[in-house]
């Protein structure tokens, strides 16, 4: 049972670059979420979702695009990357109805250059 | 706007004293308060959570009480270990569950 799995761990990108974080979840978790890490800052929602084909905007949203066309998938896709999305980011997923009780992946450490 | 405030930054703590951690939120429709703890280099992980109609709740060594007219709740950390050194975040919850936000978290050092 892999639980959540972020891939890649480690990116470094140039100013304007465009990619995907990829989350993946085999718990059947029906809610699944991104957060962005920073020092100071806390985790700050970025997008979230409670369904395949619903997804909806958090605390930052901007410069950050979801899909969610799978229960298992949740990929973040970054347009056109800035340094101010140098971050660690987090996927987690949840059973519909747990509250708060959220699965964490180990992160992405991204670097905008 | 920061809708769950967390204090304070940093705490370092003795062995076997307790640590203590606060939150207040504003957004009366957040229903469920969990606490979350993370080690270096780790995803955060769920350490004990509280809904507003109880207002305490106690896993082992951790408590957590709840004000629900203050809007404030605190994590209280009894005989505190030296591998209890991590990184903690409350968060508060509404959308049964599908918008969790998180508080800016507390580094806690306890020294043997």
């Known amino acids: 049972n892999a639980g959540v799995t972020q891939t890649p761990k480690f990116q470094v990108l140039k100013t304007g670059q465009s990619m995907t974080l990829q989350c993946a979840q085999d718990?059947?978790?029906?809610?699944m979420s991104w957060y962005r890490q920073d020092p100071g800052m806390g985790l700050r929602l970025i997008h979230y979702?409670?369904?395949?084909?619903?997804?909806d905007q958090g605390e930052v949203p901007n410069g950050y695009n979801v899909s969610r066309s799978t229960t298992e998938d949740f990929p973040l896709r970054l347009l056109s990357a800035a340094p101010s999305q140098t971050s660690v980011y987090f996927c987690?997923?949840?059973?519909?109805?747990?509250?708060?009780?959220?699965?964490f992946g180990s992160g992405t450490r991204l670097t905008v250059v | 706007q920061q809708q769950v405030k967390q204090s304070p930054q940093s705490l370092i703590v003795q062995k076997g004293g307790i640590s203590i951690i606060n939150c207040a939120y504003e957004n009366t429709a957040f229903d469920y308060f969990p606490w979350y703890q993370q080690f270096p280099g780790k995803g955060p992980a769920l350490l004990i959570a509280?809904?507003?109609?109880?207002s305490e709740k106690k896993e082992g060594r951790f408590t957590i009480s709840f004000n629900k007219s203050a809007k404030q709740f605190s994590l209280h950390i009894m005989d505190s270990q030296p591998g209890d050194s991590a990184t903690y975040f409350c968060a508060a919850n509404y959308n049964q569950g599908g918008k969790l936000i998180f508080g800016q978290g507390t580094e806690l050092s306890v020294k043997p």
């Open positions: 509280i809904r507003p109609d109880v």
């Open positions: 979702s409670v369904g395949a084909g619903i997804t």
């Open positions: 718990m059947n978790h029906e809610y």
């Open positions: 987690a997923s949840s059973y519909r109805g747990q509250g708060g009780g959220y699965t």
